[in-house]
């Protein structure tokens, strides 16, 4: 059986995210298939696509909010 990311890590709710949390997101299929990395304050560090510099992005609103799947924590 393969292992996912969001299966791998302990889930964790919106609501208690810590910086360093994975947050992930369905963009083009229902699965998951885009990862950020959470850095306080409701927003979420994430290369947004190949050939496009990594960024910050707001979690709460906008284009990523509606597209939130679950965050997960590895420790």
Do not use: C, N
Request: hydrophobic share 45%; net charge positive; glycine share 10%.
């Amino acid at each position: 059986m393969r292992v996912t990311p969001t299966r791998a890590a302990r889930a964790v709710p919106a609501a208690q995210l810590a910086p360093g949390d994975l947050v992930f997101f369905h963009i083009h299929a229902r699965a998951v298939d885009h990862v950020g990395i959470y850095s306080g304050g409701g927003r979420f560090i994430h290369a947004p696509r190949a050939g496009h510099a990594v960024e910050y992005a707001d979690l709460y609103k906008g284009f990523y909010a509606r597209r939130f799947v679950s965050a997960g924590r590895f420790w």
